[in-house]
């Protein structure tokens, strides 16, 4: 495990590091989720070469720090990130992002382009949508107010997630699980779609196949490689990590 400060608090983040040669790959997990146990296996997979692999926690997930006075927009969440990298000494890295942690790594490569050379979005949110009532299979943090959901909304998301999700949901500080949500249904200005169309690096988005994202060809028209991979679902890299593998290998052997 490495550690590095990165809110004046004093609060850090960390990582769970695998060694290799660079330029690194910085793996970044979704909503309520914690990096090492959704990229391990394929991270460390015997398909893909051996690079320095870096699998964060953003502030409020995993095993990273908690601080109370920080904002969890997804703006903040990618300076944090982008301060981790910079005393991780990673530079120029390709950074894989599942759900939640795609729109961030959007932002992150939009802001500190030096530190992200290749980006590959894993069933991202690039879009606002609205905070509306949970349904059937949604986490719904958004539709709940802050205080409404520390008191006890959090309780409802649990039963409506299931006991894989919260697995790791329930190590998430609920303040911060409740921002950082709010502002992924607002997304980011410009949206992270813009974001994401206009970045100049090499770009690749990854779905579920049979599950083509809304605005896929206005994506591949930007440059964008957007790939389905079978038999799997949102959690792509948990469903087919066999396919991810292979994936990874074709965008950047």
Known sequence: MHDAIVHPSGAR???????GADPARVYVHGLGATSAPY?????AHPLLPRHRSLLIDLLGFGISDRPQDFSYTLEAH?????EAMRKAGVAGAAVIAHSMGGAVATVLAARHAELVADLILVDANLDPYPPTPAQPGSTGIASYGEEEFVAGGWKD???RVGPH???TMRLADLRGLHRTAVSLAASTTPTTRELLVGLPIPRAYLYPEGDEP??????????????????SGHNIMLDNPE???????TLFP
């Open 78 to 82: 990618a300076g944090a990130l982008a």
């Open 13 to 19: 983040m960390r990582w769970v590091e695998l060694p």
């Open 243 to 249: 396919a991810f593998a292979r994936t990874l290998l």
């Open 157 to 159: 998301v649990r039963e």
């Open 165 to 167: 999700w919260w697995s």
């Open 214 to 231: 809304a605005g896929a060809e206005e994506l591949r028209a930007a440059g964008v490689q957007v790939l389905g991979i079978p038999e």
């Open 39 to 43: 990229y391990a296996e394929v991270a």
